[in-house]
């Protein structure tokens, strides 16, 4: 349970990263929010064997990662926290296509592993600029921005408290932890026992979720959330964005890793 607890409280940090002062701290969040969405685009819409076209592109999440000053090991282990959700998806590659498409040190590869691998690096780049963006930018910002892009409010008010009372849902967690400890629990617990205990803590989120919820009620919530930053849409914006649309554009239309090794190979004349 403690490692459940850890990894909310892992991902709900990312914030923490976006109240620095960096290069990237005056662009409108919707430039960022719409220059991931054309990344995330890019990136999906090559073949399913793609591998090494996909590569350049991992350098748009490790630029703006350096540029809003988040350390690329803190992504990295967020990425491997949710890697197996993604191996789950391709594992099955292998077993389903077994038509070789090239022989690695003598050894026919199938395209099914190609896949698989493909499935990974799609993975990663996806999944980490997804929380590059956070990192650099806010959850709640995030929100506010794709609330102002026409996305309906319903949906951006969810995604705020999912994200806010992750924190909360950690509390509860450490807390039945804690005191299953001092009634001297072991260490480990047995399979049988996750049920009741996540029984029991859904009761109790679901309760302290409703104490939440008529508090702010209370407090004159009427269903939207709102943000004191006032967003104002910049000439630097759209060259930011402009900038992104045009490489991703370009990487996607000229096989960068094909490029590069042959002027390394000197086959370009």
């Known amino acids: 349970m403690s490692s459940i607890q850890s990894t909310l409280n892992d991902f709900a940090s990312l914030d923490a990263y976006s109240t620095r ?33 996909l590569l350049p592109f991992a350098l748009f999440p490790v630029v703006i990662a350096v540029l809003g000053e988040v350390p690329l090991k803190a992504i990295g282990t967020k990425i491997l926290a949710a890697a197996p959700f993604a191996v789950m998806v391709g594992i099955f590659n292998p077993l389903i296509d077994h038509k070789p498409l090239f022989e690695l040190f003598g050894i026919p590869v ?6 698989f691998a493909s499935i990974l690096l799609r993975f990663a780049l996806t999944v980490g600029v997804a929380l590059v963006l956070v990192a650099t930018t806010g ?29 909360v849902l950690a509390g ?7 005191a299953r400890e001092l009634r001297g629990g072991a260490k480990s617990l047995p399979l049988a026992v ?6 029991h803590l859904l009761l109790r989120a679901m309760d302290r979720s409703q104490r939440i919820y008529q508090a702010m009620v209370s ?17 630097t914006d759209s060259l930011f964005l402009a900038t992104c649309w045009v490489c991703f554009a370009g990487a996607r239309h000229f096989d960068l890793s094909h490029l590069l090794g042959a002027i390394l190979m000197g086959r370009v004349t």
């Open 21 to 53: 002062q960096t290069a990237l701290s005056g662009l409108d969040p919707r430039a960022k929010v719409l220059a991931t969405l054309g990344f995330i685009i890019t990136v999906v819409s090559f073949d399913r064997y793609a591998i090494a076209a």
């Open 110 to 115: 199938s395209g099914g592993w190609v896949s």
């Open 139 to 167: 959850f709640q910002q995030i929100c506010v921005g794709l609330a102002r892009l026409g996305v309906p409010q319903e949906f951006t008010t969810q995604q705020l408290f999912m994200h806010r009372y992750a924190l």
């Open 172 to 178: 509860e967690v450490g807390r039945m932890n804690l």
């Open 194 to 199: 996750y049920g009741p205990m996540l029984g």
């Open 219 to 235: 407090r004159g919530f009427s269903g939207e959330m709102r943000s004191n930053r006032v967003l104002h849409w910049r000439a």
